[in-house]
């Protein structure tokens, strides 16, 4: 893992969509929780994420941020087999509060769905990948005026 000019357990716990690809290659974008050294992207049967997961765990997730009005340019690389592990709510309500919000009241139907239907018959599942590599940078630059 490199050193980083900033913070890589702040920058990763905004809401920020990742981006995740599997072998094929196969890209695509993903709400995700940084947390206990790993990244958290919850999937199921339902999604192509599962099936390539199940077939070839090889992952590489970025998760950046580019600002072209202050210059902020940070960025995360991650690498390594990701596993396919039993969902717990309690996990899935922080991951979805970051993105969402704390009221519930006001989520759309098939996000509180997540939390309340039964896993098991549903089959949602967490991707977790815990990196082999994780590199950061900032990459940043000065605005003038």
Known sequence: MTSPAFDVDNFLSQPLTARIATHGPT????WF???DG???VLTGPWARLFDHVRSNPGVALVVDACDIETGLVQQVIARGDAELVPFDVPRGRRKLIRYLGADESGWDARF???LYDDPGERGTTWL???PDSLSAQDLSYSVTA
């Open 38 to 40: 790993a990244f958290w």
């Open 33 to 35: 929780l940084w947390e």
């Open 128 to 130: 977790r990948l815990v």
């Open 27 to 30: 890209v695509r974008p993903v």
């Open 112 to 114: 509180v769905n997540y």
